[in-house]
């Protein structure tokens, strides 16, 4: 069983930041990647940013140089910085983590259950 706990939503005002954390807990062989994607009502799924846990970061265009994804490895903890915050950035967060649980040899796909940001205009 894998559990993916998000915290850090919250409401902001145009310009402020946020810090969002998600920590991936169970019984995992290891985590091959964790992001960060977030949905409006009526909107598809789409990716902010992920971090492979080779290091390699991705961005969503409208995100770079505002977000920074970072990783604690030994704590199986993802945390997203966001700072200059618009309204367009509000949504329901969502962290997503592929993984191999233990006793399989392929990945899995977990999800949190959604962190709501809101920043005010």
């Known amino acids: 069983q894998v559990h993916v706990a998000e915290s850090g939503g919250g409401l902001v005002e145009t310009g402020g930041s946020l810090r969002l954390s998600c920590v991936a807990s169970g019984n995992l062989v290891g985590i091959i990647d964790m992001g960060w994607y977030r949905q409006g009502p009526g909107e598809r799924r789409e990716l902010v940013a992920s971090?492979?846990?080779?290091?390699?970061?991705n961005y969503a265009d409208s995100v770079k140089g505002r977000f920074t994804i970072s990783r604690e490895y030994g704590r199986n903890r993802m945390n997203l910085q966001m700072n200059n915050l618009t309204a367009e950035d509000t949504d329901i967060y969502y962290c997503?983590?592929?993984?191999?649980?233990?006793?399989?040899?392929?990945?899995?796909?977990?999800w949190g259950q959604g962190t709501q940001v809101t920043v005010s205009s």
């Open positions: 971090i492979h846990t080779a290091g390699v970061t």
């Open positions: 997503n983590v592929k993984a191999i649980p233990n006793g399989e040899i392929r990945q899995r796909e977990y």
